[in-house]
């Protein structure tokens, strides 16, 4: 998609692959405000929890997502408050599916939202990460909330073994779980005329380092680059795959 507010368009695309793995329980979607064509709200969920639990808690992530957003008075009401709003609520959501369907529905989020005056905020709780690159360059990311990304922190662990981790799945923070969702929050005060901003889950992320990112979603646009990563990562994968998903946002200047 592709829309034209003043001094600047935005161009998003998603993709998603079931993987290797029986059921799709990632969701994903860039939803455009109703009322304001440059406000923008890109989400991806990583549901966990049995055959049917985990995509319970995506879609939980995703409807309370957009209904908040459609509300949502851009220029009038905080965007930092409404990607919290957005966090608590679905999470509160997924605690209500898991009493009446008696499963343990669980499900990660990253989110960002762009607003007309160029600024970016974004949340996220779990493993599934947001992405912004200035060109081929990362500027910023999102750190997981997981064990290994705290031995990373300690410095036990480099990124390269955090990945092929034996308990790299294991999280400290998600939506659904008994304690309150652990969330992390952002605020990028511009972003510039060919800014990439990308959220996804670790069944994509998983497989790249930054700079292979980086080089994919400078070089392509958002379309070509979402069905580039995601055929690569299904080849490094190996058969072995998780679901994987992703939203791919980029700012470009008016021709």
Known sequence: MTRTP?????????????????????QVEVILHPHNSACLLA??????GGKSGGRKAADQVLLTSQQLFERFVPGKESAEELLKQI????????????????EEPHSTLAAFLITADRRCHWIHSGDSRIYLFRGPNLLKRTLDHSFV???????ELSEAEASTHPQSNLLTGCLGTVQDPVGSSECIEVVEDGDTIVCCSDGLWH?????????????????EAAELLISKARQRARGGGDNLSLAIVRVQALS
């Open 87 to 102: 966090l608590s609520e679905a999470h509160l959501m997924i605690k209500l599916t898991a009493l009446s369907a008696e």
């Open 207 to 223: 497989f790249f380092t930054p700079s292979e990112l980086g080089v994919v979603l400078h070089t392509l646009p958002p379309r």
């Open 6 to 26: 003043p001094g600047f368009r935005l161009s998003a695309a998603t993709g998603t692959h079931r993987g290797d793995r029986q059921y799709q329980q990632d």
């Open 149 to 155: 990304q705290g031995l990373v922190d300690k410095g």
């Open 43 to 48: 989400v991806v969920a990583d549901g966990m």
